[in-house]
């Protein structure tokens, strides 16, 4: 079989590298990191029957040269970057897991709360220029904790505020009732939590109801003192509006993992001294990269022995 891997993260794992190549030998890996432009993408991989995406563009653009593709196997969670409509068309399957890395991105999430409400990003830089600041902000325990999007991650997000004794309000466009009254958790709608929330963390997947669901005027409804946190999409937050909120105080901090563009470009953002910015970096503890990464060998070896011929 023709498997190419496109995620640079797969790649270089050597683990997951010698455990592909097992039941897949002379697969393809893109061991130099590179980031394709759709042209190179779509010529890189037109032989392809199998291969493992991360974030790349898995579209009719890029696609439609891959006559022998059978399957897109996913690295990671996201589905955001697969045309499903496409695939579907072109019988193309999509192995997936949902869930598979919600420990490292939910821990990301607390340690981000952790690091806003203690202002440890904060007094770090300014111990590092000199400046002897003893502002040990305010503890989490007791907060209210707003969490949009109660799928995998947002149920293990909350699971790991338990001991904190936080008030937690939770949204999702999925009726969970039952699971929300059995775990003491609020349902609200957003609204109540931009308003009530000194935290609010999205954990949503990017589509059409989502895409800037984080904007000024949504900004301009939060209560003076929040801190707004994304470990999911870049897009689910409108980055102009963001900067904006954070450079008048708005709100009092926000803490990103994901971003509009990748890498971003805008400097002065990154650099605003209440913004803890990471290079989305949530999904990949080393753990995460090795469940990840087993996953998608999963999916393939599964498709294949199936549609064995």
Same mark, same amino acid.
């Given at each position: 079989?023709?498997?190419?891997?496109?995620?640079?993260?797969?790649?270089?794992?050597?683990?997951?590298?010698?455990?592909?190549?097992?039941?897949?030998?002379?697969?393809?890996?893109?061991?130099? #990191?590179?980031? =394709? *432009?759709?042209?190179? &993408?779509?010529?890189?991989?037109? !032989?392809?029957?199998?291969?493992? +995406?991360?974030?790349?563009?898995?579209?009719?653009?890029?696609?439609?040269?891959?006559?022998?593709?059978?399957?897109?196997?996913?690295?990671?969670?996201?589905?955001?970057?697969?045309?499903?409509?496409?695939?579907?068309?072109?019988?193309?399957?999509?192995?997936?897991?949902?869930?598979?890395?919600?420990?490292?991105?939910?821990?990301?999430?607390?340690?981000?709360?952790?690091?806003?409400?203690?202002?440890?990003?904060?007094?770090?830089?300014?111990?590092?220029?000199?400046?002897?600041?003893?502002?040990?902000?305010?503890?989490?325990?007791?907060?209210?904790?707003?969490?949009?999007?109660?799928?995998?991650?947002?149920?293990?997000?909350?699971?790991?505020?338990?001991?904190?004794?936080?008030?937690?309000?939770?949204?999702?466009?999925?009726?969970? #009732?039952?699971? =929300? *009254?059995?775990?003491? &958790?609020?349902?609200?709608?957003? !609204?109540?939590?931009?308003?009530? +929330?000194?935290?609010?963390?999205?954990?949503?997947?990017?589509?059409?109801?989502?895409?800037?669901?984080?904007?000024?005027?949504?900004?301009?409804?939060?209560?003076?003192?929040?801190?707004?946190?994304?470990?999911?999409?870049?897009?689910?937050?409108?980055?102009?509006?963001?900067?904006?909120?954070?450079?008048?105080?708005?709100?009092?901090?926000?803490?990103?993992?994901?971003?509009?563009?990748?890498?971003?470009?805008?400097?002065?953002?990154?650099?605003?001294?209440?913004?803890?910015?990471?290079?989305?970096?949530?999904?990949?503890?080393?753990?995460?990269?090795?469940?990840?990464?087993?996953?998608?060998?999963?999916?393939?070896?599964?498709?294949?022995?199936?549609?064995?011929?």
């Amino acid at each position: 079989m023709n498997i190419i891997v496109l995620s640079s993260a797969f790649s270089r794992n050597i683990t997951l590298k010698n455990e592909l190549l097992i039941h897949f030998p002379g697969s393809i890996l893109n061991t130099e #990191g590179r980031k =394709y *432009k759709v042209e190179e &993408l779509s010529q890189f991989i037109e !032989d392809a029957e199998g291969i493992i +995406a991360g974030l790349e563009p898995m579209n009719k653009e890029t696609l439609q040269k891959c006559s022998r593709l059978k399957i897109i196997s996913k690295y990671g969670v996201g589905l955001d970057n697969i045309d499903f409509e496409y695939c579907k068309q072109r019988n193309i399957h999509v192995g997936w897991t949902p869930g598979v890395n919600k420990t490292s991105v939910a821990e990301m999430a607390i340690a981000f709360m952790i690091m806003l409400c203690r202002n440890l990003y904060t007094s770090s830089v300014q111990h590092k220029s000199g400046t002897w600041s003893r502002n040990g902000g305010m503890n989490l325990r007791g907060k209210t904790v707003g969490i949009i999007g109660m799928g995998n991650i947002g149920k293990e997000v909350a699971r790991l505020l338990k001991p904190f004794k936080c008030k937690v309000l939770v949204n999702d466009i999925v009726d969970q #009732g039952e699971y =929300y *009254k059995k775990n003491k &958790l609020r349902e609200a709608s957003k !609204d109540e939590i931009y308003q009530e +929330a000194d935290f609010i963390t999205i954990h949503t997947p990017l589509t059409d109801l989502t895409k800037y669901l984080i904007n000024k005027g949504v900004l301009l409804k939060m209560k003076r003192s929040p801190y707004l946190i994304n470990t999911a999409r870049g897009a689910i937050v409108k980055q102009p509006d963001l900067k904006w909120a954070l450079q008048n105080n708005i709100i009092t901090g926000a803490a990103l993992d994901v971003y509009d563009e990748e890498p971003p470009q805008d400097k002065e953002f990154l650099n605003l001294p209440n913004l803890i910015c990471t290079p989305h970096i949530g999904g990949n503890s080393e753990e995460s990269v090795l469940a990840m990464g087993r996953s998608a060998i999963k999916h393939l070896i599964e498709y294949f022995n199936h549609n064995k011929k």
